[in-house]
Each structure stands twice: as C-alpha cells, then as structure tokens.
C-alpha cells in the first residue's frame, strides 16, 4: 500500500512549489521534495482513514527502507493524526513518528491536525509533550511547544505553559522561533500575564526575548500604544 501512495505523490509532483518548499525548508534538496500542497495531503491523509487502511499504511511506513520524501513524512503524520483511534492509542503512534519529524514544516503541519477538546485529553496530551521539552533535538523541543501553542494557551493551563518554555535550555533556531511564536500568541490572548513575564527575570536568550517582542508588535492584535512600549523593551 505504501508503494502504491508513495507512485501516487509521485505522480503529483509539483517542480514549482518543490522549489518554494525548498527556499522554506533549507535543510532539505530540490530531489527530496515533491512540491504537493498541504491541502491535496490533507485529503489523500483523510481518503485513508476513511477506507479504514490506516493500521496498514503506518506499519508499512515504519517498514519502509527507503528514504522518503519530504510530503510523505508529513502524509503519515496527518495520516495519524486523522485516526479515529482513542488518543492514548495515537499517543503511541506519534512517539515512533516524532523521531522522523526534520522539518518545521512537517512539524508544525501535524501539530495543528492533532487537536483536543476533551479535558482527560488535554491532560494526557500535556503529559506526553512535557518530556520532549528536555530533548536535545530541536525538532522534538518544537514539537511539544507548538503542540503547547495549539492546545494549551487556555486559562487552565497558560501559566504552566509560560514556567515550561522558560525551563528550556535548547537553544537552536526552530525551537528558539516555536518559543517566541508561542509567547507572543500568549502575549496577544493573556497580555498581562506575557508583559509581567518579559519585564521580570527570566530565562529567554536575547534572540528569543527579541523575537518575542516583534512577533508582538506584528500582530493586528495588539494595541500601538503597547506596541510602542515593546520598542522599548528590546534587549540590545
């Protein structure tokens, strides 16, 4: 089955978009990427689970030899995120997939599939993330922190949140951009909470904390006159 989707994305191949996906994606080459857009994934993804071949398609994909391509990395990933298998279950499908995540973009694309609103979820999920905060893989540090920033900035667990990314000791850039996107979605959602963080002692590097403000400042969703005290925050 794998072999037959594997011909199939093949077939799809898109030179234009798989040179976009390269300028985006530095750490992968032009014959590592088929250029499919996220949507059209989304729906091959959503097309195997509903034809109940999911089980099939992930063993085959842990079976698989060869190395793969950019799109489908990202297909198993949405794949598993689609299950309709109780979480627990898909838990332990994402810690063997986690590993193969080498990209932003595969991350960052499975992480806003894989959504929880059930409150025994939200926990079980939080303490599955937590662990990968420690890694020394910057790719799993970012898993869990975008994970935090689709699910967690909610009254309930946002200052949990903020202590956590402040204990982060990677300092790589893709984790150090999923903290500063993060915080910032905080400081946009829990202002006061953001700016008593940022202005006291804390333990961001200064690209971070630098970041952190700008991605602020960006956001339609933050007054100008705060916008004006973030200038002056900066960190030189």
Known sequence: MVEEIRQELINMFDEKNAEL??????????EEVLGIKIPELRKI???????NEFEQYI??????????????????GLVISYSK???KDKLVYLKKFIPKINSWLIND??????KV?????QEMLWNFIIPYLKSQ???????AVVMMLDNFIIDEYVDEVISKLNSIENREYYTQMAVAWTL????IKFNDKAMKFLKGKNNLDDFTYNKTLQKMRESYRISQKLKEELKTMKRT
Do not use: H, M, S
């Open 21 to 30: 996906t390269v300028k985006l994606c530095p750490n992968y080459n032009i």
């Open 45 to 51: 993804a959503k097309r195997i689970v509903k034809n």
């Open 59 to 76: 063993k085959e994909c842990n079976k698989a030899k060869y190395k793969k391509y950019l799109e489908e990395i990202i297909l198993e």
């Open 85 to 87: 298998i109780e979480l």
């Open 109 to 114: 694309t499975v992480c806003a599939t894989l």
């Open 117 to 121: 609103k059930k409150t025994k979820d």
């Open 137 to 143: 893989k910057q790719f799993e540090v970012r898993f």
């Open 184 to 187: 910032a979605e905080i400081g």
